[in-house]
C-alpha cells in the first residue's frame, strides 16, 4: 500500500472549500476563471485615438472603434511606427531603463492604457466627472499619468506622489504637465485639506499591512475635496482563486514572513484561513530587497509593506466616516484584483 501525501491532500480540501464559499466573489463565466477583464469601455484610450484619426502626417494610424480592441490597436502602432510618428503624436515615452519601477503590461511599451481605462471606467460609472486635480498615489515612473497628460489635455491638473526618488526624477524629467513629489511610507502627504476631486490608487492597497491602510485612508481622505472620488484596488478572493487554479501569480512566498520556508500551499491556505476568520490576510517581506517596488525609498522599511488581502467588509471598516463605497467590483485592473470607487461626503 503507497503512503498517502496527506498534508497535500488537506491542503487541497481546504482550498476547495475557500473556493466554495467565496464564489460569489470570483468570477467564473460559463464555469471556468475569468482571466481577462473585457467588459469596460476605454476612456482614455479611445479620446486618443480620436486625435489621431485624418492625421495625413501619421502612417497608418488607429481608427477609432469604440471597442476595447482599440487598445490592442493603440498599442501595437506605438510598437511599429516610426519614432517621428510617435513624436507627432506625442506618444513617444520610452520605457524606463533597468533598475527604475516599472511594471510590464500586456505590450512591450511604457503606457497602461488597459488598466487606466478601467479604473477611469470605474470612476465614470461611478459618477465622477472626467475634470480637475487628479492625484496617481503610488505613481512610479508615471505611466498612468502620461495616459490621462495625452487623453485630456486642459481637463486635469495632474500630480503624483512615489517614494522612490529615482521614479519621481524621471518622470520629473520625462513627463510634461505633472507635478511629480516623492512620498515617505507614512503619512502625511504634503497637501492642503480638501485639494484633490479625484484619487487613484492601483496596486497599492494590495500592500499595505492594515494598520497602514487605515492610516492612508485617512490621509487620503485629508487630501479629497467633499465630494471627491477615490479609486483603490485589493487582492480579494478572485486573486486567490487564480492562485489556486492557473498558479498565476507565482511570487517566491519563501520571501515572505510568518514561516521560516513558506511553501505555495501552505501559503495558499494561510491566505483563505485568515479570510474566513478576520476578512485579511496580511504577510510582511523579510527583506527590502524582495521588493522591487521599495527601489529607491529613503530609508524603506517592510513592517508595513508586503501581500495583503481584503474582503469587502474589512475594507468598509477601515473607511474614515466620511469615506464611503459608492462602486465595487472583482477581478478589474490587472485581471485579478477587486475594485473600489469611495466618495467623500459633501
Known amino acids: 500500500m503507497k503512503p498517502q501525501n496527506t498534508s497535500s491532500e488537506n491542503a487541497s480540501s481546504k482550498l476547495h472549500s475557500f473556493l466554495e464559499k467565496f464564489e460569489p466573489f470570483i468570477k467564473m463565466p460559463g464555469g471556468k476563471l475569468q482571466v481577462q477583464t473585457t467588459d469596460f469601455f ?23 472603434s469604440g471597442h476595447i480592441s482599440v487598445i490592442d ?26 533598475g527604475l519601477h516599472h511594471v510590464p503590461g500586456k505590450y512591450p511599451i511604457f503606457y497602461d492604457f488597459l488598466n487606466l481605462d478601467i479604473v477611469l471606467n470605474e470612476l465614470s460609472l461611478a459618477g465622477a ?11 512610479s515612473t508615471g505611466r498612468n499619468l502620461a495616459v490621462m497628460n495625452r487623453a485630456f489635455p486642459g481637463q486635469f491638473e495632474l500630480f503624483g ?3 522612490s526618488g529615482p521614479s519621481i526624477e524621471w518622470l520629473s524629467e520625462n513627463i510634461e504637465g505633472v507635478t511629480a513629489v516623492q512620498s515617505e511610507q507614512t503619512p502625511p502627504l504634503g497637501f492642503p485639506d480638501d485639494h484633490f476631486d479625484t484619487v487613484i490608487a492601483k496596486s497599492i492597497w494590495t500592500h499595505f499591512s492594515p494598520s497602514a491602510a487605515k492610516s492612508w485612508f485617512e490621509e487620503v481622505s485629508r487630501c479629497l475635496k ?21 498558479d498565476i501569480p507565482r511570487p517566491k512566498y519563501e520571501r ?13 491556505v494561510a491566505i483563505a484561513e485568515g479570510l474566513v476568520a478576520e476578512g485579511f490576510f496580511f504577510k510582511a517581506f523579510k527583506e527590502v530587497g524582495h521588493q522591487g517596488d521599495l527601489s529607491g525609498v529613503e530609508n524603506p ?22 469615506l464611503s463605497i459608492v462602486r465595487y467590483d472583482t477581478a478589474r485592473t490587472g485581471s485579478r484584483h477587486d475594485a473600489y470607487v469611495v466618495r467623500k461626503k459633501s
Request: charged share 25%; with cysteine.
Open 42 to 64: 476605454p476612456v482614455a484610450t479611445s479620446e486618443i485615438v480620436k486625435s489621431l484619426d485624418g492625421r495625413g502626417d501619421l502612417a497608418d494610424t488607429p481608427k477609432p
Open 226 to 246: 467633499p465630494g471627491g472620488y477615490f479609486f483603490f484596488s485589493t487582492h480579494g478572493p478572485h486573486d486567490v482563486a487564480s492562485r489556486i487554479i492557473r
Open 256 to 268: 515572505y514572513a510568518g514561516h521560516p520556508n513558506w511553501t505555495r500551499d501552505e501559503f495558499l
Open 129 to 139: 466627472s472626467m475634470q480637475g486635480r487628479f492625484l496617481d498615489f503610488g505613481c
Open 73 to 98: 490597436d493603440l498599442s501595437k502602432w506605438i510598437i511599429n511606427a516610426s519614432e517621428e510618428d510617435k513624436l507627432a503624436a506625442q506618444l513617444n515615452l520610452p520605457r524606463p531603463p533597468a
Open 161 to 163: 506622489v512615489d517614494p
Open 301 to 322: 522599511t517592510t513592517s508595513d509593506w508586503g501581500l495583503t488581502f481584503m474582503l469587502p467588509k474589512f475594507v468598509e471598516g477601515l473607511l474614515p466616516n466620511d
